[in-house]
């Protein structure tokens, strides 16, 4: 069974750090892009970061570029995404997700992803 499973959510002032792990289990996703997409409450899931297979190529929301970075480690079937500089705006339950393809086409569209996690909630405080 393939599962990805989120952790490392949690409650932070803003201007805080937090990184988020997704664990993958029953088949390597090393040949896939992966992402992370967010969903507030009352909002839509929108895109946040996604990476491609290689690990060379990289795509980020305007609204956490420069203060997220996401990042993998195919040995540990793991991804990250590493949130600096954290706003009340970040607040949302985060999802990870593994594209149907290994590079970075249509990033930003949660319909290429074929498989995703539970979410892991992460609360910005003011």
């Known amino acids: 069974q393939v599962q990805l499973v989120e952790s490392g959510g949690g409650s932070v002032q803003a201007g805080g750090s937090l990184r988020l792990s997704c664990a993958a289990s029953?088949?390597?996703?090393?040949?896939?892009?992966m992402g992370w997409f967010r969903q507030a409450p009352g909002k839509e899931r929108e895109f946040v970061a996604a990476?491609?297979?290689?690990?060379?190529?990289?795509n980020y929301a305007e609204s956490v570029k420069g203060r997220f970075t996401i990042s993998r480690d195919k040995a540990k079937n793991t991804e990250y995404l590493q949130m600096n500089s954290l706003k009340p705006e970040d607040t949302a339950v985060y999802y990870c997700?593994?594209?149907?393809?290994?590079?970075?086409?249509?990033?930003?569209?949660?319909?290429?992803?074929?498989?995703w996690g539970q979410g892991t909630q992460v609360t910005v405080s003011s």
């Open positions: 997700a593994a594209s149907r393809y290994s590079t970075g086409y249509r990033y930003y569209d949660s319909g290429t992803y074929e498989h």
């Open positions: 029953g088949r390597s996703f090393s040949n896939n892009a």
């Open positions: 990476l491609t297979s290689s690990g060379f190529g990289t």
